[in-house]
């Protein structure tokens, strides 16, 4: 009697052992799903883009055709007389190109270099951000990038003073357009040596100034990881200020991949979990040959 008995405990048991197991393994199937539903969610929320200017070689068409196939939603950083190709493929320019002028001292002004930290260059600028407004306007377009200049020997403050003073000039006619201006974050150890809006405080601090709905900052991650670091830890603080998401690899502002030191899946997930639910513009310069093939991996490590 003994043999059968334990037989049949030894059966009980392990019929009690297998209905565990499966209400276990039901209940993880279903976390499974509702992670899987909500990766969803947060990936319908990363509006992908890719500024045209590092695609040398690569015609705006052939990129267009492209990014279409693997989820891109706009080429940026282009004139508003080129939005008429990407209408062609149902693409947006999530962030037109700056307008630039020349000054009666015959200076180039606009740019990264000159421009709004300079109240010589204002009249000029509202001149020619004016005309720009409009254009975007005209094409259906709503962000506008512009620049604080380099520093040229001028105070942070008496920097940030005078950029406020000029963008209040063209502000209010960009909100009657319904565009905003986003002024970008650049380095100015590496790429752009004496550039001024080179740290997030301060141009969060312009913002404050400006006290505008149409005024914000675009991240640039890779420029702000070498001035500053803490990615995620800055965007989380000042999230309210950012319109807008430029990636790139550290070191190099190559692919976006294993070969660099930032992990932009967990980027990714910070930039979401603020409710931002704007454009990540893809902004670094392919080394390999295969250009398109690097977009392709930028676009899905962003797909989180």
């Not at 990936?43 to 990129?63: D, F, M, P, R, T």
């Not at 706009?74 to 190109?97: G, K, N, W, Y």
């Not at 001028?154 to 565009?179: F, H, R, S, W």
């Not at 601090?205 to 149409?214: G, K, M, Q, T």
Request: charged share 20%; aromatic share 8%.
């Amino acid at each position: 009697m003994t043999e059968p008995l334990n037989r049949r405990r030894f059966i009980s048991r392990s019929a009690q052992g297998a209905a565990v197991a499966a209400t276990l393994a039901g209940s993880l199937g279903a976390r499974l799903q509702a992670a899987d539903q909500a990766t969803g969610e947060v990936a319908a929320q990363i509006n992908h883009s890719v500024c045209k200017w590092c695609y040398s070689g690569v015609s705006l068409e052939e990129l267009c055709r492209a990014g279409k196939e693997f989820g891109l939603q706009s080429v940026e950083l282009l004139q508003p007389e080129e939005i008429a190709t990407l209408r062609q493929f149902d693409l947006t320019c999530a962030m037109i190109s700056n307008p630039t002028a020349k000054a009666d001292d015959g200076k180039t002004v606009g740019g990264i270099t000159l421009a709004w930290n300079r109240p010589q260059y204002h009249g000029v600028l509202v001149e020619a951000y004016k005309a720009q407004i409009k254009k975007c306007a005209d094409v259906g377009m709503t962000n506008l990038i512009c620049f604080s200049g380099n520093r040229d020997g001028m105070d942070d403050q008496e920097g940030l003073e005078n950029c406020a003073a000029g963008l209040k000039q063209i502000l209010p006619y960009a909100a009657q357009m319904g565009v905003t201006l986003t002024m970008e974050l650049l380095n100015s150890k590496v790429d752009h040596g004496d550039y001024m809006c080179d740290r997030t405080p301060w141009g969060a601090a312009l913002c404050e100034r400006l006290d505008a709905d149409n005024f914000k900052l675009l991240y640039d991650i890779y420029h702000m990881q070498i001035m500053e670091g803490d990615v995620i830890a800055t965007i989380r603080q000042y999230h309210q200020w950012i319109s807008h998401f430029h990636t790139g690899g550290v070191p190099g502002r190559n692919e976006i991949d294993e070969t660099q030191e930032l992990f932009y899946p967990a980027i990714m997930r910070a930039i979401v979990a603020t409710g931002y639910t704007g454009f990540v513009g893809q902004e670094f310069i392919p080394k390999r040959a295969d250009k398109l093939e690097s977009l392709k991996q930028g676009v899905t490590i962003c797909t989180v």
